[in-house]
């Protein structure tokens, strides 16, 4: 299968991309570097892989590469940690609508005029911002209020194009909802303004290497956002990959929604308390507790049990083994100046 995916060289495509090349598919990648600046990916070289720098805002671009492609994969966006919700509030909303709008258009041309199948869209488990029903399954966003943050909500309305796309034109998709996706690969986005935790400069607003750049860096006490009892689900990206890749490959997956996520919750205190030890071993923990962001959700508790009936999908790597791929990641990113 030849497949499009837009947002190739930012994080998660650093971990979609190559689970695609493994199972043989040929995989079309664009981005415009606008979040990271210029970046080598592992996977540049691959005889399967063809990238184009480029605009996902450029339809007619993205009409010219889904021309010879089976399915495509909405991934580009703007996207950051908390404080990015804040600082860019009208950026996310404004950009990330033109960016969707963009590839859809490109995407019902493509299906319509040439050989599209189907239309990957990924959304965001903060469609669920303001959902009480734990855990959370797929649907509750259309019973619940509407998202807090503008980001939530465009994400939500990522959900609508793809919908409304079938319900106009008949082109098929899948919606696919990540929950806290950690690994290794993202850095300072060039747009980031300086925002400190105490006496550190956050690295990209995201928990894990933001307390893991913190706890290197010697801060004692840690800080943290809030209490620390904010529940999440942190799933590794290789995880998320495969999952995504069976709503790809799955005949399932057309017209449906799935929560991908690990099922385990930790509290951001329980992640906090299990960075310190990997990398201080027994010396005693502190803390102390910061004002947290307005759009720092309390608790984000998916149902998985959809993903798991219908594709077979469970995400198996645990919090303890992420954090052995991603602390050395981070240790080595400071070592070399780059957080």
Request: charged content about 25%; aromatic content about 10%; glycine content about 8%.
């Amino acid at each position: 299968m030849k497949i499009l995916v837009t947002g190739s060289a930012g994080f998660i495509a650093g971990y979609l991309v190559p689970c695609l090349l493994e199972r043989g598919h040929e995989v079309v990648g664009i981005d415009n570097f606008s979040k990271y600046g210029l970046l080598k990916k592992s996977f540049d070289d691959h005889p399967l892989y063809h990238f184009t720098r480029g605009d996902a805002k450029d339809t007619e671009l993205l009409k010219s590469l889904m021309a010879g492609c089976d399915q495509a994969v909405a991934v580009a966006a703007m996207i950051g940690g908390i404080s990015y919700f804040h600082e860019f509030a009208y950026d996310l909303l404004a950009e990330n609508e033109r960016i969707i709008a963009s590839t859809l258009d490109a995407a019902i041309w493509a299906f319509r005029e040439k050989n599209l199948k189907k239309i990957n869209v990924l959304s965001s488990s903060m469609v669920f911002e303001s959902c009480s029903t734990y855990p959370t399954p797929e649907g509750e966003q259309l019973k619940s209020p509407p998202p807090i943050s503008t980001y939530g909500f465009q994400k939500l309305s990522c959900e609508y194009f793809a919908r409304g796309a079938w319900e106009q034109y008949r082109l098929p998709y899948t919606i696919i909802r990540p929950f806290n996706c950690i690994g290794v690969g993202e850095t300072r986005a060039v747009t980031d303004k300086e925002v400190f935790s105490g006496n550190i400069r956050l690295a990209m607003s995201h928990v894990v290497p933001d307390l893991v750049q913190k706890v290197i860096k010697g801060q004692d006490p840690l800080h943290i956002l809030g209490d620390g009892g904010q529940v999440r689900h942190y799933t590794y990206g290789g995880d998320l990959a495969e999952g995504i890749c069976a709503c790809i490959e799955s005949e399932k997956a057309v017209n449906e929604d799935f929560n991908l996520s690990t099922p385990r919750s930790t509290t951001v205190l329980e992640l906090a308390r299990l960075i310190w030890k990997k990398i201080n071993g027994s010396r005693e923990f502190r803390y102390v507790s910061d004002t947290p962001y307005s759009f720092d959700v309390q608790k984000r508790v998916p149902d998985v049990e959809k993903a798991r009936r219908i594709l077979g999908y469970e995400a198996g790597t645990s919090l303890e083994a992420a954090l052995d791929e991603i602390i050395p990641w981070v240790k080595d990113q400071i070592d070399q100046g780059r957080i």
